[in-house]
């Protein structure tokens, strides 16, 4: 069953997309690397706050699933189509998330971070060793799409992960597991006793993120030519998540997204002109979720919407 | 043999920050993630002092400790109890606190970039070797290692003899019933909190002794004093040196059997083993 | 036969004996009210029945089959719902989406229209209808405990829990309160009623029973209990003072 205002949400969220889709035809130069860089925090962004929005459970771990994303990639696409691989990545990253998830989300939140953030540091040093053992040390990923860039279709790729995404979100904040989540997120204690089998619930969900980050590494990979572990794992990616979805607004869908565009570009900005600024950057960024924008851009929009329509 | 004596050293210094943390998150309930920032910072003031004064860590701790003390107390009382006063559970601060301190950290680490640059630090001091059961080591190594276990005796006799070390334990166990009986639960908070940054500044400097530190370091420390403090269970003093011993053992163990790279991954493979098996702590009783 | 039953149950917590061989049956469509002194182990008993702590010993059974040792999500499954001593609500939802989250997840499970209607059904019957679209933050205490009533209602359970529902409601909302759980007795429903309000045990409770540091002391009819020597020196002290 569809509403009229669903199909509404739907028809503009498809042009938007389709309009964004455009972009290489303007510029394959400065601008498509920001809109690249723009539709990964996106993709990456939403499926966070899928998870961390309703639960409140903090994950450092995206770069974790990204850099194994692009090992996949890095490992087997002289053997196999690049178009195989990002489910194939995104089956690891899910499996992976569940299993991490099985052991510390049943535990309290702190734990759980604490584990995301070692997680990807853990997996890299794993990688390298492995790397020593074998006696080689990073991986070459020359892909080439005939007439088209790679950037472009790199691009493209991340616009289409981006509408499952936003797809995947709309429609599990209509199912019962997004209802159960958000009954989690309120009280853990009244979940149980309703019926919910809390454990469950946000292992499954935590199991989206990690896909979806393993499938956009896959994605990435030949965007690097060659990708060595101290890159694909570089746990920045994951505090850069977290701060473009939280600045943005976990609590709704599109929340992130109002994070990852002014983000990006002032990223982008620092690191052209204060190279060595930032870490100061990120650090200033919590500071500011924290103390200033609790609830991020969409709180402070929402409650500016409330002043005006309660003014009356 | 070597390896289970350089380990102990190793953990004895770990036990001392991990000490530092515990005080933090079991009695004034910060999670503190810039906990590794203060201990590189430490080290940074002792390496200073040795350069530019030929003081010795082991004398400079003596300035460091209450220079610390007051920078932490600060970092409670402006940035960490408006966090306390605001939220509306545990959840909430939880989530908070790891915010701010995150943010704390990367401002730490940035501001040590600037003022340092991002070069590796050391310094020789005290690096001739002592012979025992036929293994040389650092001398270093060996009185930063006593320097730490006297600090963790001494913290050990206080909270566990002291009227201000009863009232903290008391806080630790039940912030709502040390209230109760007239403990000034928001004072002595932001003094556990201080304390706590004292001693992970001081350990800093110890480990600076014998260790190559640099400005974003921090970070791993801190992961290892959290495993730390999680294997031994929060607030119990008892578990968190036995924890410590152990991770300095099992990682030297697995740096020089398998592999120098795979230090954190053991700590992490330990830390999954107490996670699934000991939730509580390897003295907790029962389940979470 | 009896829908619920307690054997030799036994809670202890390090040294502390809170439940000590306790046991009781409940019979379908009985209301028992569950009394005794404060810390006697009433409210313990409660959380043991529904999962929220785990038994040292003994054993509960819902219609026959065990229940002790589930976690509580299987436990309200099976049909055990209940209130919370300090009401529990969801912040972040409506008051009709507290009481669809009971509806979606209890021991009947729905979903969409028919979870709605379901939960606009049981805000009829606790008296908050067209209250739904409020935030919980907007509603008096008895309200509050209405909604709570109503999500755990939505879910159909065999068995319904509640603690201490009347306490701290003013003598108007009382009234009020013992006017609602007994008609939902008098649509038959099987409840458990941990109560320190003796007016309401007195007219809600078709038993008793009296616990007394975790152990039962006396059982029957409400008159009979509430006049045997063991529970009246229980409330009142040992001495004749």
């Keep these: 069953m569809m509403s009229t205002t669903d199909i509404r949400t739907i028809a503009i969220a498809a042009v938007a997309i389709g309009v964004c889709a455009l972009l290489p035809l303007v510029d394959q130069g400065y601008w498509l690397s920001i809109g690249v860089s723009i539709a990964m925090f996106t993709v990456l962004a939403t499926s966070w706050a899928l998870f961390s929005g309703p639960t409140h459970y903090i994950s450092l771990a995206t770069a974790a699933f990204f850099g194994i994303g692009t090992y996949v990639t890095g490992s087997f696409y002289e053997s196999v189509s690049f178009w195989l691989l990002l489910p194939a990545a995104a089956i690891v ?197 924290v103390y200033v924008l609790p609830r991020g851009f969409v709180g402070l929009l929402e409650r500016a919407r409330a002043r005006a329509g309660g003014g009356a | 043999m070597d390896i289970l004596i350089t380990g102990l050293l190793l953990g004895g210094t770990y036990a001392l920050i991990a000490m530092g943390l515990n005080l933090q998150y079991g009695i004034a309930r910060i999670m503190n993630l810039a906990n590794g920032e203060i201990l590189v910072a430490g080290g940074f003031a002792a390496f200073w002092m040795y350069t530019a004064g030929q003081t010795s860590p082991y004398l400079t701790i003596f300035v460091l400790a209450p220079v610390a003390f007051a920078v932490n107390w600060l970092i409670y009382v402006v940035m960490l109890r408006p966090l306390v006063k605001r939220a509306k559970s545990r959840g909430q601060l939880e989530v908070d606190a790891i915010l701010s301190t995150f943010g704390l950290s990367f401002v730490g680490v940035g501001l040590m970039l600037a003022a340092f640059g991002g070069d590796y630090f050391n310094y020789s001091y005290l690096a001739t070797p002592v012979t025992i059961f036929g293994d040389n080591f650092g001398l270093n190594r060996i009185a930063s290692f006593i320097a730490a276990a006297i600090l963790c005796a001494a913290l050990y006799l206080w909270l566990n003899r002291s009227r201000a070390g009863m009232s903290i334990r008391a806080i630790a166990v039940s912030p709502e019933s040390a209230r109760l009986v007239g403990i000034d639960v928001a004072r002595l908070s932001a003094f556990a909190f201080a304390l706590g940054g004292a001693v992970t500044a001081v350990g800093g400097a110890l480990l600076s002794a014998y260790l190559t530190l640099d400005a974003s370091t921090g970070v791993i420390f801190t992961l290892k004093a959290l495993i730390i403090v999680i294997m031994g269970g929060v607030g119990d003093v008892r578990g968190t040196i036995v924890a410590a011993l152990l991770l300095g053992v099992i990682e030297t163990l697995v740096a020089s059997l398998i592999d120098p790279g795979l230090t954190l991954a053991a700590a992490y493979a330990l830390f999954i083993l107490i996670l699934l098996f000991r939730p509580r702590g390897l003295f907790g009783r029962g389940a979470a | 036969m009896s829908i619920l039953s307690l054997r030799n149950v036994t809670k202890r917590f390090g040294g502390l004996v809170a439940v000590n061989d306790f046991g009781f049956e409940v019979e379908e469509h009985m209301v028992l009210g569950l009394i005794g002194p404060n810390g006697s182990g009433k409210s313990t008993t409660l959380n043991l029945i529904s999962g929220a702590l785990p038994l040292t010993d003994g054993q509960i059974m819902l219609e026959g089959r065990p229940i002790s040792g589930l976690p509580p999500q299987d436990i309200a499954r099976l049909g055990v719902a209940r209130t919370f001593q300090l009401v529990r609500l969801l912040p972040s939802m409506t008051v009709l989406e507290n009481v669809i989250a009971g509806a979606v997840f209890g021991h009947r499970r729905r979903w969409g229209p028919e979870a709605r209607a379901k939960a606009e059904a049981m805000l009829d019957k606790v008296g908050l209808s067209g209250k739904g679209g409020l935030r919980v933050g907007q509603l008096t205490y008895i309200d509050t405990k209405r909604v709570e009533l109503a999500r755990v209602l939505a879910g159909d359970p065999k068995v319904l829990l509640l603690d201490e529902w009347l306490a701290g409601l003013n003598p108007t909302e009382l009234q009020t309160g013992i006017r609602l759980i007994r008609a939902l007795r008098d649509e038959g429903r099987t409840i458990i009623l941990v109560e320190h309000v003796m007016d309401a045990i007195r007219s809600l409770s078709d038993r008793c029973v009296v616990m007394a540091s975790g152990a039962r002391i006396a059982e029957g009819t409400p008159k009979e209990v509430l006049e045997h020597p063991d529970v009246i020196r229980a409330y009142l002290g040992d001495d004749d003072a």
């Design chain 1, 93 to 289: 990253g899910g499996l992976l998330a569940g299993i991490v998830g099985l052991a510390t989300l049943r535990l309290s939140g702190v734990y759980f971070v604490i584990f995301t953030l070692g997680l990807a540091e853990l997996v890299r040093q794993v990688i390298t060793w492995a790397q020593n053992m074998t006696g080689h040390r990073g991986t070459y990923v020359l892909l080439d799409f005939g007439s088209r860039s790679v950037e472009e279709v790199i691009y493209w790729t991340l616009l289409g992960l981006a509408a499952i995404v936003y797809l995947a979100g709309w429609l599990i904040g209509r199912s019962r597991l997004g209802f159960a989540l958000r009954i989690i997120g309120d009280d853990e204690e009244v979940a149980r006793h309703s019926g919910i089998n809390t454990a469950r619930a946000k292992v499954l969900l935590f199991m989206v993120p990690g896909a979806v980050a393993a499938a956009t590494g896959a994605a990435l990979a030949p965007r690097y030519v060659y990708i060595e572990p101290a890159l694909a794992f570089t746990p920045l990616l994951s505090f850069q998540v977290v701060i473009m979805a939280l600045l943005g607004g976990a609590g709704r869908l599109w929340g992130p997204l109002v994070g990852v565009i002014p983000f990006t570009l002032l990223w982008e900005v620092i690191s052209a002109t204060f190279p060595n600024q930032t870490t100061l950057l990120l650090g200033a960024a919590f500071l500011v979720i």
